[in-house]
């Protein structure tokens, strides 16, 4: 019985030692999972707005071919190249 009380306070300190480790590896499981769950849904967000950027380059690739540059800068912004000569027909410019 001696040996019993004797023992008794170390083995309390052990079960609380081990008690605290448990709960520790626990909690450290507990916070890594919403880490995860939250690094995951900032993938998925990325991932979204990656999609939506490649969208929105392969429509501006379409315009680009569909309407030349070149035709664009010439027919709606009036541009010419630097050794070109403009001919305006003055009857258009009356009207």
Known sequence: MKMLKRFMGQYMILGLFVFFLVFSIITGFIFQIRKVNEYKGQIAQINNQIENTKEEISKLEKLSKDNDLESVARNELGMIKSNEIIY????????
């Open 88 to 95: 305006v027909d003055s009857s258009e410019r009356d009207n």
